[in-house]
């Protein structure tokens, strides 16, 4: 039978080791935590009118009632999820469009913006837009948000509508639809923090 000063150190030298190997893990792990805790940096894409200005002056809360097309880029950065997000939009004219694909480098996701409540042309245009984008091989593996606006109009799509139009250009990546009106902030705040899981879960 081990007296009471054996169980006494042994009790310690199992304790010591416990705590030697958690701190080991805390060493070898911390770049890892630091690359998921860092910033993300978010892509917002869509064809000019789609509502991406509209949904990131929402999304800060800034006043919405006077915003132009933009033409060049428009940077919004905020915590969202305990995260520094950094989001890109970039205008959606064909003039624009031209310099896309400088962008490209070093995002973490996209968020691709349609306004569901435009006319089967502009529908098929966005889906040709979006899949000329995806076939980037800078953005291969990135998770993907389509987020449908305009939905406070009669008669725009649904999710599911949305889905069906584009699931044969998204296969290979990991997307998800949602609908809103780029009005409604919580609804955008959902879409961002979604796309947020997204990123984290692909380890992106
Ligand atoms: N009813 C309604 N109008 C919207 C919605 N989203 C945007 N709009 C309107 O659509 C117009 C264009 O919105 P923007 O946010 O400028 O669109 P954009 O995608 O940033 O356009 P570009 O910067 O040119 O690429 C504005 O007049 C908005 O008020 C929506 O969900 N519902
Ligand atoms: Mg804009």
Known sequence: MPGLRETFD????????????????????????????????????GLTGSGKSTILAQLVGENTDNIQPTNGFNI???????????????????????????????????????????SD??????????KSVLSNARLRGRPCLVLGTHSDISGSKSQQELESLLQNVMQGFKWQVMICSSFDRQLIRKAFETLIDMIAVSGQ
């Open 10 to 45: 042994c009790s310690f030298s199992m304790c010591r080791t416990g705590i030697r190997r958690c701190w080991q893990f805390v060493l070898c792990h911390k770049p890892l935590m630091l690359a998921v805790k860092d910033q993300y940096n978010i892509l917002c894409l």
């Open 76 to 118: 919004k950065t905020l915590p969202i999820k305990g995260i520094v997000v950094s989001i890109k939009e970039l205008g959606g004219s064909g003039r624009v469009q031209n310099f896309w694909n400088y962008y490209f480098a070093d995002k973490n996701a996209i968020m691709f913006v349609i306004d569901s409540a435009g």
């Open 121 to 130: 042309e502009e529908l098929q245009l966005a889906k040709e837009t979006l």
